[in-house]
């Protein structure tokens, strides 16, 4: 089975503040995708990142940047210098690799709701 | 490119009837997955279609259905409703060879 947990429920903090959103992963498959989307008010998920398996390179983009320990099992994502706009829930997730096809099903963390004040 | 489309947007039915959602995927993609999101209980695979097959379910009861048509829009039905079926319904499309899931902006079924 796989599973997906994110310690923080919610986070709060103030406008310019780095705010780190963990999540841990267990699957038993020897290949396998991680991703994170961000879920404003509006409902829509929005794609972030995907990180595949064997590639443990960090990844930076803009502000946003994810940390891959497959040590660990863990993927966190990093925001530098948040701003307002950021303010969402933001969910990692797991997506398995059955049978050697690109089909699975995402499993999803609880969501961490992140709260940037001005 | 257009992104995912979903309808309707909202929808309030009554215990006991059943709905029709329906998916249009982006152009090109051919799986569609959905997603129920719930307060209590996150966000829930359904099911998954590629190629008007159904690739992986979800533990959902038999009331929640679903199909892929050739052109890969898909509609998901849901039969005696609950109350407990009220949630935002999502749909998300991805291309055979990538893996990422692009979502819709959700139906929103609010069962009473």
């Known amino acids: 089975a796989q599973k997906v947990t994110q310690a923080q429920t919610e986070i709060s903090v103030v406008e310019k503040e780095d705010v780190t959103l963990d999540c841990v992963y267990e699957?038993?498959?020897?290949?396998?995708?991680l991703f994170w989307y961000k879920q404003p008010p509006s409902g829509e998920l929005v794609f972030l990142i995907r990180r595949n398996s064997f590639d443990e390179q960090n990844e930076i983009s803009g502000r946003y940047s994810w940390n891959f320990q497959k040590s660990t099992s863990s993927f966190n994502f990093t925001i530098t210098a948040s701003q307002v706009v950021d303010s969402a829930v933001y969910f990692c997730a797991l997506r398995g690799n059955a049978g050697g096809t690109s089909y699975g099903k995402l499993t999803f963390g609880q969501g961490t709701i992140l709260t940037v004040h001005p | 490119k257009a992104g995912v489309t979903q309808t309707p947007r909202y929808l309030i039915k009554t215990r006991g009837q059943q709905v029709t959602l329906s998916c249009s995927p982006i152009s090109g993609h051919r799986s569609v997955s959905w997603y129920q999101q719930t307060p209590g209980q996150g966000l829930q695979f359904l099911f998954e279609?590629?190629?008007?097959?159904?690739?992986n379910k979800g533990n959902f009861p038999g009331r929640f259905s679903g199909r892929q048509f050739s052109n890969s829009r898909s509609e998901m039905n849901v039969s005696t409703l609950e109350l407990g079926d009220s949630a935002l319904y999502l749909c998300a499309s991805s291309t055979r060879q990538g893996y990422e899931q692009y979502f819709g902006p959700g139906t929103r079924l609010t069962v009473t």
């Open positions: 699957t038993r498959d020897t290949t396998y995708y």
């Open positions: 279609y590629f190629s008007e097959t159904q690739r």
